[in-house]
């Protein structure tokens, strides 16, 4: 029995992670994590809906050292182990570098990068004296090509990968994996809000002509957290539909 936390997962790919986790028989546990409680109730439900499954959700904000701190170590009691991380929350406060201000910056840097710094050192130690776990970051294309307009996210997303290859390093001798997933153009709330313009745009540099799913991102992570995966560690793979070949 595999019990998987996945951050920032009341909607969008968080969601689709915990729901593929589980369907796919990854993780039987699944603690389903965000800013609110109450806004992880639809995930919550979905997951019960399959056979075997059990869910349970947290209040768990990322940038928040004391929320990290108690909620890493309320999913580990809820059922018992902690096998599976999933560092998935993140936002985006888009501007052009020379009109950034400092506070768009901290926002991003703190959930998106000092988020996933608090939730690994947590689950880490967890994980280390289990001599087992699987650790996933979400990163993005841009972390590793960089984006006008997203000084704050690109450099949150190349952190990521950078922590993502330390963490390898640090605890891979404890059994413990660390991969990142980079998704490029992905459907969800997060990108329907920019401008047709900018959409067609990033169709014209897509290899494949359309935008990735959800479930494309989930699919992979589900690959990485499971023991299919079990000598991988330290990579990225990239869920971008050719768009960049690094
Ligand atoms: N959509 C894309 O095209 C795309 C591409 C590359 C990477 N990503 C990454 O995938 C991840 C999920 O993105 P999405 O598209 O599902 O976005 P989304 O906005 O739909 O979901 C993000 C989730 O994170 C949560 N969140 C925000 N701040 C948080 C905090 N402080 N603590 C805990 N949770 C918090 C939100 O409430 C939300 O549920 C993000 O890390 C994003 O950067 C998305």
């Known amino acids: 029995m595999k ?18 986790l589980a369907r796919s028989g990854v993780a039987q546990n699944v603690v389903v994590c965000d800013v609110k409680k109450e806004w992880c109730d639809e995930t919550v439900a ?6 075997g499954v059990k869910a349970e959700s947290l209040a768990l904000d990322v940038s928040d050292e004391a929320s990290v701190v108690a909620g890493v170590a309320e999913a580990a009691k809820l059922f018992g182990s902690l096998d599976i991380v999933v560092n998935n929350a993140g936002v985006t406060r888009d501007d052009l570098l020379v009109r950034m201000t400092a506070e768009k910056w901290d926002t991003v840097l703190d959930i998106n990068l000092k988020g996933a710094f608090l939730v690994t050192r947590e689950a880490g130690k967890i994980m280390m004296r289990a001599r087992s776990g699987s650790i996933v970051n979400i990163a993005s294309v841009v972390g590793l090509m960089g984006n006008a307009g997203q000084a704050n996210y690109s450099a949150s997303k190349g952190g990521l990968i950078a922590l993502t290859k330390t963490t390898a390093r640090e605890l891979g001798g404890r059994g413990v994996r660390a991969n990142a997933v980079a998704p490029g153009f ?9 401008p047709d ?5 990033m169709l ?16 992979a ?18 869920v ?5 070949m690094p």
């Open 3 to 20: 019990t998987a936390l996945v951050t920032g997962s009341a909607r969008g790919i968080g969601r689709a992670i915990c729901e593929e």
């Open 186 to 194: 992905i459907d969800s709330k997060m990108t329907e809000v920019l």
């Open 221 to 238: 992570v589900a690959f990485l957290a499971s023991d299919n995966a079990a000598y991988v560690t330290g990579q990225v793979i990239s």
């Open 240 to 244: 971008n539909g050719g768009m960049l």
């Open 46 to 51: 979905a997951l019960r809906a399959i056979e």
């Open 197 to 201: 313009a900018v959409k067609q745009q």
């Open 204 to 219: 014209s540099v897509i290899p494949m002509k359309k935008f990735g799913k959800v479930e494309d991102v989930a699919k």
